[in-house]
């Protein structure tokens, strides 16, 4: 009897990336007598999208005003550089310039400063003159300048959570794959690889895994994730200084990808990146990766040819540049001439877990599904690193909804 109430817990959390972290921290601390589990299964914590992205504290300029991103972005960037000075963690507020290098980027980049305008963001137009000043070594016509971006490493916070959480009496396992899940009107049963538990509420912040956790429940959905994946190059240490910011281009309004930048990285280093190259295995990094159960999982899904029939233009130029560099290469050198075919040396992949609707749309907001029981995050795009305190207190905010309902 002892032992089966060992294995129940009031709150259990899958996934240990920073979405998932930081909701378990904010659930012990919104029910401190609550039994709350934290199930990962990898052997260590924030080792997918949280470990795999540029390290961006993201202002906000992108998202539509009155929008969960926008929102949660900013109050996000907020919350990270806090919870950062709070327990020592390094960040830097380095700033970014989004560089137009043509008439029609000056035009979108018109857009983007209207847009910053409605978030309330404080950001500055540059002429040219002004971008050579700031930039030496970068090319454009003009430039917006957003100084509140910042640079940190997501890995460290998610270790820094993780600590957190357990120091506060939650329980984290490690190395534990989720088999299945089944919902009674009293509980769900969570099979793992190595042991079987239950909870009371569940809450998914599943990533490339978001929509296999909800077929197991059974959950009508109309989205798939799709795999994209982000292939960066890191620069030669000659050329650490090579900018003082980070330098975004203007990108496509239509795409949810954000271009090739140069990132400013944390430990001082700089890095070219990311394209947007579609991925046959969900948890791809290597540079050859194919998984036979995703991509049977893809072609069986209209969305991903009413997306490929989309967008197929562009897909064609990310894949041709992600074999042939000096097609990747072209992408940077439009800003910024002094990076070479040789400064281009390996870097590891990132894979963005992109929710498609069955009419091949991408989903650019956060998604949520659930049961009586069960609360999903379905879709957590960029920036939900920036983002991941308020969605935390987000999800927490849903799930009272589902406690009091039952």
Known sequence: MLEEQNQHFDIAVIGAGIVGLSTAWQLLQRYPKYRILLIEKESEVGLHQTGHNSGVIHA?????????????????????????????????????LLVATNA???????????RCQENNLEVHKLDQAQLKERE??????????????????????????????????????????????EETHERVAITLSNDVVHTSYL???????ADRLTKMLNIPTDFQIIPFRGEYYKLPAKHNQIVNHLIYPIPDPDL?????????????SVTVGPNAVQGWKREGYGRININVRDIIDMVRFPGFWKLLMNHWRTGLV????????????????????????????????????????????????????QSTRTLHVCN???????????IGAYIIDKLDEQITSV
């Open 60 to 96: 906000g300029v992108y998202y539509a005003p009155g929008s969960l991103k926008a929102d949660f972005c900013q109050r996000g960037a907020k919350a990270t550089k806090a919870f950062c000075l709070q327990h020592d963690i390094e960040f830097d507020e380095c700033g970014k």
């Open 104 to 114: 029609l980027e000056h035009e979108r980049m018109e857009a983007l400063y209207l």
């Open 136 to 181: 030496p070594n970068i090319k454009g016509v003009s430039a917006l300048f957003v100084p509140s971006t910042g640079i940190v490493n997501y890995r460290k916070i998610c270790q820094k959570l993780a600590e957190l959480f357990t120091k506060a009496g939650g329980e984290l396992r490690l190395g534990c794959q989720v088999m299945n899940l």
């Open 203 to 209: 809450v998914s912040c599943g990533g490339l895994m």
């Open 256 to 268: 949810p990808f954000l271009g090739v930048h140069l990132t400013r990285m944390i430990d001082g």
């Open 318 to 369: 990310e894949t041709k540049n992600s074999w042939y560099k000096p097609g990747y290469l072209a992408q940077v050198q439009k800003y910024c001439d002094l990076v070479e075919l040789d400064d281009l040396q390996p870097y590891p992949a990132g894979i963005r877990a992109q929710a498609v609707m069955n009419d091949g749309s991408l989903v650019h907001d956060f998604l949520f599904a």
């Open 380 to 390: 957590a795009p960029s920036p939900a690193a920036t983002s991941a305190f308020p």
